[in-house]
C-alpha cells in the first residue's frame, strides 16, 4: 500500500470516525486534514494559511448580510403577510390551503433561504390551519416540508454561496439565476400533486376573501417581496453585485420590519444581531476546516481516483450522472447539508464536468440532492423540524413522503438531463 493510499485513509478514516463519536463536523474536518498533513510531513503551518485563505474571500460577505435579513424578516411578521398574500392568489383552488403552503415557502425561501427556517415561519402558521379545516396531518407536514426545500434552490441560498466556493468561484449571480427555474418547477409539480390530492380525498375550497381584504393583503405581502426583488433585480439588471444586493436587501428589511410592519419592537434587533452572528460563526467556522480538507482531498488526488474508479465502471455520461445522484442522495441521508457541499464538491465536481456537465448546473444538481436529504432520517433536520411543529411522528411522516420523494426525484432527473431548466436564465442575463 502506498502513501497515497494511506493518507487517504487516513483523512476520511479520521474524519467519519470521529463523526461516529459525535465530534462537531467542524473539528472533525480540521483534525482529519491536520491529521493527514502530519502523515505526509506537511508544515501545519499550512493548515493554517489554508484556513485563513477559506475565509478571507470578498464573496463571502455576502452570507452575513443575507444571514442577517432572513432573521430580521423572519421574526417581523412576513410569513403571516406571504401566507395571506398567496391565499389571495391560489387560496380558491381545490386544496388551496395546500397551494398557499407551497407558494407561501417559495416567496420565504426567497427572502430566508434556509428549508429549516422556511418549515419553522411558515409551518407554523400552516401546519395547524390545515389540520383545522378537514386536511389530514401528516399531508401538511408533508406538503409544508417538501416545500421548504425551495428555499435552497431559489435565491439568495445561502448554501449556493458555500457552493460557489467550495466549486472554486463559480459567479454567485449565476448560481442565483440558475436556481430560479427549478425552484419554481419544483413547486409547482408539488402544487399539481397536491391538487390531485386535494380531489381525491375531498379537500376543502376556501372562504373567499372581501376585495378590500384582497388589497391590503396583497400590499403587505409586495412589501415584503420587495427584499427579493431587491435581491434579484440588482444582480439581474448588472446594477448592483450580489454583495451590494444583499446589503441594500438587509437595509430594507431593517425598515419594513420595524417601521412599516411594526410587529416587533426595535429593542428585538439586540437579540437578532446575537443570533445572526451566532450563525455566521458557525458557516465561518465549518468554511475555514472545509477549505484545509479540500486541500488536503487535492494534495492526495481523491478527485482522480474518483474520477477514475467511475469511468472503470463504464464511459457512459448517462450512468456516471445517475451514479452521482445516487452518491449524494446516499449522502444526504447521512450527514448535514453545508459540510457535504464542502466536501463533496471538490471531489464529484470534476467528475461530473469531465462527462460534459457544466459546473451552475451541477450545483443546482447538488442542492436538491442534498434538499432531498433534509427530509430523511436520521440526519432530515427539515423532517425533524416540521414533525416537531405537526407533533406527529417521524415514522409516520417518512412513510406518508414516499410519493413526494418519487415527486422530487423525478424532478432531479430532469434537471440532470435537460440543462436548459438551470441555465438558461444564466446564459440569458450572462
Given at each position: 500500500?502506498?502513501?497515497?493510499?494511506?493518507?487517504?485513509?487516513?483523512?476520511?478514516?479520521?474524519?467519519?470516525?470521529?463523526?461516529?463519536?459525535?465530534?462537531?463536523?467542524?473539528?472533525?474536518?480540521?483534525?482529519?486534514?491536520?491529521?493527514?498533513?502530519?502523515?505526509?510531513?506537511?508544515?501545519?503551518?499550512?493548515?493554517?494559511?489554508?484556513?485563513?485563505?477559506?475565509?478571507?474571500?470578498?464573496?463571502?460577505?455576502?452570507?452575513?448580510?443575507?444571514?442577517?435579513?432572513?432573521?430580521?424578516?423572519?421574526?417581523?411578521?412576513?410569513?403571516?403577510?406571504l401566507v395571506n398574500f398567496s391565499k389571495v392568489i391560489v387560496g380558491r383552488i381545490r386544496g388551496g390551503l395546500?397551494?398557499?403552503?407551497?407558494?407561501?415557502?417559495?416567496?420565504?425561501?426567497?427572502?430566508?433561504?434556509?428549508?429549516?427556517?422556511?418549515?419553522?415561519?411558515?409551518?407554523?402558521?400552516?401546519?395547524?390551519?390545515?389540520?383545522?379545516?378537514?386536511?389530514?396531518?401528516?399531508?401538511?407536514?408533508?406538503?409544508?416540508?417538501?416545500?421548504?426545500?425551495?428555499?435552497?434552490?431559489?435565491?439568495?441560498?445561502?448554501?449556493?454561496?458555500?457552493?460557489?466556493?467550495?466549486?472554486?468561484?463559480?459567479?454567485?449571480?449565476?448560481?442565483?439565476?440558475?436556481?430560479?427555474?427549478?425552484?419554481?418547477?419544483?413547486?409547482?409539480?408539488?402544487?399539481?400533486?397536491?391538487?390531485?390530492?386535494?380531489?381525491?380525498?375531498?379537500?376543502?375550497?376556501?372562504?373567499?376573501?372581501?376585495?378590500?381584504?384582497?388589497?391590503?393583503?396583497?400590499?403587505?405581502?409586495?412589501?415584503?417581496?420587495?427584499?427579493?426583488?431587491?435581491?434579484?433585480?440588482?444582480?439581474?439588471?448588472?446594477?448592483?453585485?450580489?454583495?451590494?444586493?444583499?446589503?441594500?436587501?438587509?437595509?430594507?428589511?431593517?425598515?419594513?420590519?420595524?417601521?412599516?410592519?411594526?410587529?416587533?419592537?426595535?429593542?428585538?434587533?439586540?437579540?437578532?444581531?446575537?443570533?445572526?452572528?451566532?450563525?455566521?460563526?458557525?458557516?465561518?467556522?465549518?468554511?475555514?476546516?472545509?477549505?484545509?480538507?479540500?486541500?488536503?482531498?487535492?494534495?492526495?488526488?481523491?478527485?482522480?481516483?474518483?474520477?477514475?474508479?467511475?469511468?472503470?465502471?463504464?464511459?457512459?455520461?448517462?450512468?456516471?450522472?445517475?451514479?452521482?445522484?445516487?452518491?449524494?442522495?446516499?449522502?444526504?441521508?447521512?450527514?448535514?447539508?453545508?459540510?457535504?457541499?464542502?466536501?463533496?464538491?471538490?471531489?464529484?465536481?470534476?467528475?461530473?464536468?469531465?462527462?460534459?456537465?457544466?459546473?451552475?448546473?451541477?450545483?443546482?444538481?447538488?442542492?436538491?440532492?442534498?434538499?432531498?436529504?433534509?427530509?430523511?432520517?436520521?440526519?432530515?433536520?427539515?423532517?425533524?423540524?416540521?414533525?416537531?411543529?405537526?407533533?406527529?411522528?417521524?415514522?409516520?411522516?417518512?412513510?406518508?413522503?414516499?410519493?413526494?420523494?418519487?415527486?422530487?426525484?423525478?424532478?432531479?432527473?430532469?434537471?440532470?438531463?435537460?440543462?436548459?431548466?438551470?441555465?438558461?436564465?444564466?446564459?440569458?442575463?450572462?
Amino acid at each position: 500500500m502506498d502513501n497515497n493510499t494511506i493518507a487517504i485513509i487516513i483523512l476520511l478514516g479520521v474524519f467519519f470516525g470521529l463523526l461516529l463519536v459525535k465530534v462537531p463536523i467542524t473539528f472533525a474536518l480540521g483534525l482529519a486534514a491536520v491529521s493527514t498533513a502530519v502523515y505526509m510531513q506537511i508544515p501545519l503551518m499550512a493548515i493554517v494559511q489554508q484556513m485563513a485563505k477559506g475565509i478571507s474571500s470578498f464573496s463571502l460577505i455576502t452570507i452575513p448580510f443575507f444571514i442577517l435579513a432572513g432573521e430580521i424578516m423572519g421574526q417581523g411578521g412576513i410569513s403571516t403577510r406571504l401566507v395571506n398574500f398567496s391565499k389571495v392568489i391560489v387560496g380558491r383552488i381545490r386544496g388551496g390551503l395546500a397551494m398557499v403552503d407551497v407558494l407561501a415557502c417559495l416567496f420565504f425561501g426567497g427572502l430566508s433561504g434556509s428549508s429549516v427556517a422556511d418549515t419553522t415561519s411558515i409551518g407554523s402558521i400552516m401546519i395547524p390551519m390545515m389540520e383545522k379545516e378537514g386536511y389530514d396531518k401528516d399531508f401538511a407536514v408533508d406538503v409544508t416540508i417538501v416545500s421548504a426545500t425551495q428555499g435552497v434552490l431559489v435565491p439568495p441560498s445561502h448554501n449556493m454561496i458555500l457552493y460557489s466556493l467550495a466549486a472554486g468561484g463559480i459567479s454567485i449571480s449565476s448560481l442565483f439565476l440558475a436556481g430560479i427555474i427549478p425552484g419554481v418547477l419544483l413547486g409547482l409539480s408539488v402544487m399539481v400533486f397536491s391538487y390531485f390530492i386535494a380531489l381525491k380525498r375531498k379537500y376543502p375550497v376556501s372562504d373567499r376573501i372581501p376585495f378590500k381584504q384582497k388589497l391590503v393583503m396583497l400590499k403587505d405581502g409586495i412589501l415584503g417581496l420587495m427584499t427579493a426583488v431587491i435581491i434579484m433585480g440588482g444582480i439581474m439588471s448588472g446594477v448592483c453585485t450580489a454583495t451590494e444586493s444583499a446589503a441594500l436587501a438587509t437595509v430594507y428589511a431593517f425598515i419594513i420590519t420595524f417601521f412599516v410592519y411594526k410587529d416587533v419592537p426595535l429593542s428585538r434587533m439586540g437579540d437578532i444581531l446575537r443570533k445572526s452572528l451566532k450563525t455566521v460563526a458557525m458557516v465561518m467556522g465549518l468554511i475555514a476546516a472545509s477549505a484545509a480538507f479540500g486541500w488536503m482531498i487535492a494534495m492526495v488526488q481523491l478527485p482522480a481516483l474518483v474520477t477514475n474508479a467511475l469511468i472503470t465502471v463504464t464511459d457512459n455520461r448517462i450512468i456516471i450522472f445517475l451514479i452521482i445522484n445516487a452518491i449524494l442522495l446516499f449522502l444526504g441521508c447521512i450527514m448535514d447539508m453545508a459540510p457535504l457541499i464542502l466536501i463533496a464538491t471538490p471531489i464529484l465536481l470534476p467528475v461530473a464536468v469531465q462527462f460534459g456537465m457544466d459546473p451552475v448546473q451541477f450545483g443546482v444538481i447538488l442542492m436538491l440532492n442534498l434538499g432531498i436529504g433534509l427530509l430523511t432520517p436520521p440526519v432530515g433536520s427539515t423532517l425533524f423540524v416540521g414533525c416537531s411543529i405537526g407533533n406527529i411522528s417521524i415514522e409516520k411522516v417518512a412513510k406518508s413522503l414516499m410519493p413526494f420523494y418519487a415527486l422530487m426525484v423525478t424532478v432531479l432527473m430532469v434537471l440532470t438531463f435537460v440543462p436548459q431548466f438551470s441555465l438558461f436564465l444564466p446564459s440569458l442575463f450572462k
